[in-house]
C-alpha cells in the first residue's frame, strides 16, 4: 500500500487510519499474544458500521489483504495480517441492556468485561469465557464457553441475531429468521462469513455466585483427575468446574507457603442456592487431602476478571486444543506428566466442560459440531520472556500429540493455532463442513475473509 492509497482511505472513513509511519503504529499492531509480531500496511479503527461498510469496500475492491480484530485476544495472531489491512473494531465498544426482555446488544469492539458489568447491574450474564478482557467477537464466533456453560448453555446458544458486513459491503441481519443460513454459519463458524458489528443476546438471572478454587499436590493429578471426570458429569448443572495444572501464582488467595508450587485444581462456579455450595463440595476430600481449599461468595463479574492480572496483554503464548468425550487412565497419565513439566510458571491446562445445557442443543442446530463433547481443553505455553518462546512451544505441542489419540479428533476452533493444518479445521466441524462452505460460498465467494481459521467457499478449487 503506498502514501496515495492511504490517504484515499483517510478520505473515506470517519475512524483514524493508522499507518506504518504514524507514531502510535507499533502501539496499534500489538495483540494480547505477544509472540505475534505482524505488520499492517494499515490498521482502520472503524467508529460504525458505516466505516465497516466503507472499509470493505475499499479494500475488496483494491485486491488487498484482510483481517478482522475485535477484541484481539486470537492466540494466533488471525486479527492482524502482513503488509494488508486490519479492520479494528476496539472503538465500537458498547453494551446495551433491556432488562425487561432479558436482552443485551453489544458493540463488535466490545470485550466480555463490557457486557458483564452492563448485565450484572440488572443481575443478569450469559455464558462467555473466564477472562474479561476477552474480545467478545471472537468468542462467540467460535463458540464460546465459560463458568456458565454447564447451566445456560454455550454463548452461540445465546446469540439472537447479528448484524453483519458481508464481502460485498452490504450490512445484513442474521437470525432465526433473516437469513437463518448466514445466522447457523455464525454460531460456531468464526470470522468466515463477514465482519459482525454487533451482536444481540439472551441473558439470564445471575448476580452473585458461588466461587470456590481448590488445589492438590501435582503427584496427586491421578488420582484427583480421575475423580473428577467421575464426579462432575453427574453433578448438579448449578455447578461448573474447569480442571486445571498449574504453578499457583504469587498473590491472593494462596498463601505465600504455596506459591510457585505445581498443582492440580478446579476452580468451581456455583449458581445455586448459596447455602448449598459448601455442602455439594464436601467431596473434595474424595480423591486427596487439598493443598489449598477456598470458598466465597463473589459477584459474577469478579469472577469474571479474576485471572485479568494473572495472564496481562504482552505474554508470549502458543496454544493447542482438543475435546474429549472421556478422559481414558491413558490420558490421565499424559496430563500427569505434562502437569509435572510445566515448562513456566505461567503455563497450564484447563479442561473446560462442555454438557449439561451445552449438550442438550440439537447437533444440527449449529455450525459447533462437538455436542457429544464433555471438555474443551487447552495447553497453553505462557511466558513474559521471548527467549522461551520456542520451549513453551515445544511442550505444548508435545502435550497435544501425546493426548490426541484420546481426544474426539477436533479442537474448539478458538483454541487451534496458526499454524494448523487445513484437515485439523475440518476436523473441527466434522459433518457441519459442506455446510458452511455453503453458506461461505452465498456470502463470501471470493474467500475475501479468509484471514481465520478458514474454511474454503464450496466449489473454489
Not at 466503507?54 to 480484530?69: H, N, W, Y
Not at 498443582?263 to 455439594?280: A, I, S
Not at 501425546?402 to 475440518?426: I, Q, T
Request: proline share 7%; net charge negative; with cysteine.
Amino acid at each position: 500500500m503506498d502514501g496515495h492509497t492511504l490517504e484515499a482511505m483517510r478520505t473515506t472513513l470517519r475512524g483514524p487510519i493508522i499507518g506504518p509511519d504514524d507514531p502510535d503504529y507499533h502501539q496499534a499492531r500489538k495483540i494480547y499474544n505477544a509472540m505475534i509480531d505482524k505488520r499492517p500496511a494499515a490498521i482502520v479503527r472503524c467508529t460504525d458500521t458505516a466505516d465497516v461498510m466503507a472499509a470493505v469496500d475499499f479494500i475488496r475492491d483494491r485486491g488487498l489483504e484482510l483481517a478482522v480484530r475485535g477484541g484481539g485476544h486470537s492466540g494466533g495472531g488471525l486479527c492482524l495480517v502482513d503488509d494488508g489491512v486490519t479492520i479494528d473494531l476496539s472503538p465500537m465498544r458498547w453494551a446495551r441492556v433491556d432488562p425487561t426482555a432479558r436482552r443485551a446488544r453489544v458493540g463488535g469492539g466490545s470485550q466480555l468485561g463490557d457486557l458483564d458489568h452492563a448485565a450484572h447491574a440488572f443481575g443478569l450474564a450469559t455464558p462467555a469465557g473466564i477472562v474479561s478482557t476477552t474480545g467478545v467477537g471472537g468468542l462467540t464466533l467460535g463458540g464460546g464457553h465459560g463458568h456458565l456453560t454447564r447451566k445456560y448453555g454455550l454463548t452461540v446458544d445465546n446469540l439472537l441475531s447479528a448484524d453483519v458486513v458481508l464481502a460485498d459491503g452490504s450490512c445484513v441481519v442474521a437470525s432465526e429468521a433473516t437469513n437463518a443460513d448466514l445466522f447457523w454459519a455464525l454460531r460456531g463458524g468464526g470470522g468466515n462469513f463477514g465482519v459482525v458489528t454487533s451482536f444481540e443476546f439472551r441473558l439470564h438471572p445471575v448476580h452473585t455466585v458461588g466461587v470456590a478454587v481448590t488445589l492438590w499436590p501435582v503427584d496427586r493429578t491421578p488420582d484427583v483427575l480421575r475423580w473428577y471426570r467421575d464426579f462432575l458429569p453427574q453433578a448438579p448443572e448449578d455447578l461448573n468446574g474447569f480442571f486445571a495444572a498449574l504453578a499457583v501464582p504469587p498473590a491472593p488467595p494462596f498463601p505465600e507457603e504455596i506459591h510457585g508450587h505445581k498443582m492440580c485444581g478446579v476452580v468451581w462456579c456455583w449458581t445455586g442456592d448459596p447455602d448449598q455450595l459448601e455442602r455439594t463440595l464436601a467431596v473434595v476430600g474424595e480423591p486427596a487431602p487439598p493443598a489449598f481449599h477456598f470458598t466465597t461468595p463473589m459477584p459474577y463479574p469478579v469472577l469474571q476478571g479474576m485471572f485479568d492480572e494473572l495472564m496481562p496483554t504482552g505474554l508470549q503464548w502458543y496454544w493447542r486444543g482438543d475435546f474429549f468425550d472421556t478422559i481414558t487412565d491413558e490420558a490421565v497419565d499424559v496430563h500427569a506428566k505434562y502437569a509435572e513439566n510445566l515448562p513456566t510458571n505461567l503455563s497450564l491446562m484447563h479442561l473446560y466442560p462442555v454438557d449439561g445445557a451445552a449438550g442438550r442443543v440439537g447437533h444440527d442446530d449449529t455450525a459447533w459440531s462437538y455436542r457429544d463433547a464433555v471438555w474443551s481443553g487447552v495447553f497453553g505455553g505462557i511466558d513474559p520472556d521471548p527467549a522461551n518462546a520456542e520451549a513453551i512451544k515445544r511442550w505444548a505441542v508435545g502435550y497435544w500429540e501425546d493426548l490426541h489419540p484420546y481426544s474426539m479428533g477436533g479442537a474448539y476452533v478458538n483454541f487451534l493455532g496458526a499454524d494448523e493444518r487445513a484437515d485439523r479445521v475440518k476436523a473441527t466441524y466434522r459433518g457441519h463442513y459442506d455446510r458452511l462452505a455453503e453458506v461461505k460460498a452465498a456470502y463470501d465467494p471470493n474467500n475475501l475473509f479468509h484471514a481465520n481459521q478458514n474454511i474454503e467457499p464450496a466449489g473454489r478449487s
